[in-house]
Structure formats: C-alpha cells, structure tokens
C-alpha cells in the first residue's frame, strides 16, 4: 500500500467517533472479577467469562456464557480449575446507570484439566446491581445460589466487571 493512502486510511480511522453504547440489540462482554462462594468450603475464585447477549424483549435479554475459574484446593494441593457454558435469561429494567438485574442460567461444568473430573449439570439464579462506569464498562455486585457438579447448590456472592465490545 502506498505511504498517502496508508496514512489516509489511519487518519480516517483515527477521526471516526466511537460507536454510542448499546445502540445494538446484541453485545459481547468480557467478564472477571471476584466470587465468593459461601459456606464450608468457601474458596475465592477468580472467574474470567466471555457472554454474549440479545435483547429480547422490554427489559429481557437471553444471555450465553462461556466461563474459566480457578481457586486454591482446600487442602494446598494445587488448584481447582473449572471450565462452564450456560445460556439463561436476565431482566434488567431501564436505561439508567445504575441498574438491578435478576438472572437465571442453566447449562453444563466440568472441574479441572482431567476428563475424569466432576462434570455435570450446572444452574445458577442470582439478583444484583450493576453501573455503568463507562460507555463499555460495567461494574457489578450480584448474589445468588449456584449449583456445581459434586458440590450441590451454594451461596455465592460475586463482583465484577465487564467490557463491552
């Protein structure tokens, strides 16, 4: 490519005004943060998630999630990793900042590396609030119950953040 085309192709591109948040009915996000799951064997874990989102309908959007965690054994031998896909519904009424939110997802996890490990069906259904920072950052607080093979349903209580693209 020429030198004068190359920098009027990267002038152009430098000049074009971001896109306004959430003009689209759909969304993709990266999401990480905390979560705690309460009692007994309560370990934090820092999930790392990827969603993808559609509006529906009014204030529902059908959400699918690809997840990644980690937390440290119990016991100090090494650490738990476990690998999670679910798809679920979320309301989420209005258009302001702050806003809270109710989400139900239902799908499948599987813990650690081995295909020997615990995998089976996982649910969640939670209530929170989040606030939009930025145009594509949102920061949250949720809590809700978990369901997680070989461990039952559990308390847990998570922050997070997410980027919008």
Do not use: K
């Not at 009424?93 to 799908?107: C, I, S, W």
């Not at 145009?135 to 119950?145: E, F, V």
């Not at 369901?147 to 308390?155: A, D, L, Q």
């Amino acid at each position: 490519m020429r030198p004068f085309l190359r920098l009027t192709v990267l002038a152009a591109l430098a000049a074009a005004s971001p896109a306004a948040a959430q003009l689209s009915n759909r969304s993709i996000s990266v999401e990480s943060g905390l979560s705690w799951p309460a009692g007994g064997a309560a370990r934090v874990s820092l999930p790392v998630a990827i969603a993808a989102t559609a509006w529906l309908d009014g204030p529902f959007e059908a959400v699918a999630r690809l997840g990644f965690g980690s937390a440290p054994e119990p016991s100090g031998r090494g650490t738990v990793r476990r690998v999670e896909g679910t798809a679920g519904l979320r309301w989420s009424p209005g258009a302001d900042a702050l806003r809270p939110l109710l989400q139900l997802e239902l799908g499948w996890s599987h813990a650690g590396w081995d295909p020997a490990g615990a995998s089976g069906l996982s649910a969640a259904a939670g209530a929170g609030l989040e606030w939009f920072a930025h145009r594509d950052l949102a920061l949250g607080a949720r809590a809700g119950l978990r369901r997680v093979p070989g461990e039952g349903w559990r308390p847990e209580l998570a922050l997070c953040a997410s980027f919008y693209f």
